[in-house]
Structure formats: C-alpha cells, structure tokens
C-alpha cells in the first residue's frame, strides 16, 4: 500500500514556539488532509486541501499543498498546551473510497 | 445526534476466541470504514463499505469480516484472534464522496492473549 512518511516522529516544544511538520509520500495525491487526535479519541479533521500549491489556514493552523503533489506541510503558530495530540496527515485513493494516513507526529507543548 | 458510537471500549481475548466490534452512525452517511491504529504505524484501513449490502477490502482485511446490513451499522467481525490484532480499532463514516470530512468514533482497544 501507499507510505506516507511524516516528519519528525516527535516534538517537544515550549508553549508560544511555532511548530513546523511534513509528510512525504512516494506517490501523487490530488487531496492532503490533516488530522489531529487527542489522548482516546478518534482523529479529527482539521484541514483539507484540494489543489497542489494551496495554502490554507483554520486558526493558528496552516497547511500547504506540495507544488509536486507528493507533500504537504502543516504549521501550528504561537502554540498552547491544548495543541496537545498526534497529527496525522492523510490521502485518498483516486476512487476516494480508501484513505493512507502517515505515521504521525507526535506534539507536546511545555507550559 | 450520537454522532458514531462503538462498542465495547475495551475487550481483553484469548487467541483463538471470536468477537464482533459494534459501530453505528446516526448522520446517514453512506460510507462506513474500520481502521486499526498500532503504534508508529498511523491508521491502516481494514474494511469499508460505500452503502447497505456493499462492503470492500481495505489494506489490511485478513482476520476480519465485515457485513452492511443497515445504512447505520457496520460491525467487524474477528474470526479467530491473534495476537498480532491487539490494537486500537476506529470505525469512520461520511457522506459518499465526502470522504475527507469522516467522523471518527471513539475507538475500541482490543487486546489478544
């Protein structure tokens, strides 16, 4: 199946640092969503993009859409202990009916 | 509106024992998928289903059946555990062709003995 590879793994980070995080696959994607879950809970959309070379904001989010269709980029500005959680990127099939999600990047933010 | 429910929340089995993992909806979402998440590996599609009486292979299907009677339930099936299904098992559903917003459920962790 497909990999999508995010980078880092891993964060620990001061509360009001910006946060920068990417996934990378290996194949073309003509949708890139972004999920963040919390501690037992389900993920949760947080941004989708539909067109390589967009960039779109939701708060003090904001992802990107690789010009090569095969990343995406999320940034998370002055973050707060609330941004607490695993992000996931992910992207459906050509069908639309079945979906990659990345391994994940795990964020802690330090009061 | 309950959003998706699973059941149970937790479930501990003994390899080789059977159990069916509840979901439903209650938003009339067509599309219905279960996932298991395992650690570093990020969420891995099991099975999913496009409407009633219509189910299809995801990723990872082996070990698990799924059936689509009703627009509102999807159960998955786990015919004979293993130890290599522990994990955290996630039902989604949404409207068809708007798989992008899919609306998680809670999740429910299994774990193989």
């Known amino acids: 199946g497909q990999q999508l590879n995010q980078s880092p793994q891993s964060m620990f980070i001061q509360e009001g640092e910006d946060v920068s995080m990417n996934c990378t696959s290996s194949?073309?994607?003509?949708?890139w969503l972004w999920y963040k879950q919390e501690p037992g809970e389900g993920p949760v959309l947080l941004i989708a993009?539909?067109?390589?070379?967009e960039l779109t904001s939701n708060g003090r989010l904001t992802a990107q859409f690789g010009i090569t269709r095969k990343d995406s980029f999320l940034n998370i500005s002055a973050s707060i202990p609330s941004d607490v959680g695993i992000y996931f990127c992910?992207?459906?099939?050509?069908?639309?009916?079945?979906?990659?999600f990345g391994t994940g990047t795990s964020l802690t933010v330090i009061p | 509106n309950a959003g998706v429910t699973q059941t149970p929340k937790f479930q501990v089995l003994k390899t080789g024992q059977s159990m069916t993992l509840q979901c439903a909806q209650d938003?009339?979402?067509?599309?219905m998928s279960w996932y298991r998440q395992d650690p570093g590996m990020g969420l891995r599609l099991i099975h999913y289903?496009?409407?009633?009486?219509?189910?299809d292979q995801g990723e990872v299907p082996n070990g698990y059946n799924v059936s689509r009677s009703t627009t509102e339930d999807f159960p998955l099936r786990l015919l004979s555990a293993a130890p290599s299904q522990t994990s955290v098992y996630f039902c989604?559903?949404?409207?068809?062709?708007?798989?992008?917003?899919?609306?998680f459920g809670p999740g429910t962790r299994l774990l193989v003995l």
């Open positions: 989604a559903s949404s409207y068809l062709g708007q798989g992008q917003t899919q609306y």
């Open positions: 194949s073309i994607f003509n949708t």
């Open positions: 993009l539909y067109k390589a070379g």
């Open positions: 992910a992207g459906p099939t050509n069908t639309g009916n079945q979906f990659y």
């Open positions: 938003m009339n979402h067509e599309y």
């Open positions: 289903s496009v409407g009633a009486g219509i189910t």
